[in-house]
């Protein structure tokens, strides 16, 4: 595989598993919003995870249109 390839294959694979880890906590905070003791207030603290999925769904959309 071409360094270009690696390196774009690689920042895809960052942003995807950020996505994922902000879509796990998302998850969390909508199974169980009571038990989360560190966020009195849970609306702001999944807007912040919504927030990071669009960051990193924003990356993926730039390396697909113009690296790919």
């Given at each position: 595989m071409k360094m270009r390839a690696a390196l774009i294959k690689a920042l895809c694979a960052h942003a995807?598993?950020?996505?994922e880890k902000h879509k796990a906590n998302l998850e969390i905070y909508l199974?169980?919003?009571?038990?989360?003791?560190?966020?009195p207030d849970v609306l702001e603290a999944m807007e912040k995870e919504i927030s990071e999925i669009a960051k990193w769904e924003d990356q993926l959309e730039v390396l697909n249109k113009h690296f790919s």
């Amino acid at each position: 595989m071409k360094m270009r390839a690696a390196l774009i294959k690689a920042l895809c694979a960052h942003a995807t598993g950020h996505i994922e880890k902000h879509k796990a906590n998302l998850e969390i905070y909508l199974k169980y919003p009571a038990g989360i003791g560190e966020h009195p207030d849970v609306l702001e603290a999944m807007e912040k995870e919504i927030s990071e999925i669009a960051k990193w769904e924003d990356q993926l959309e730039v390396l697909n249109k113009h690296f790919s």
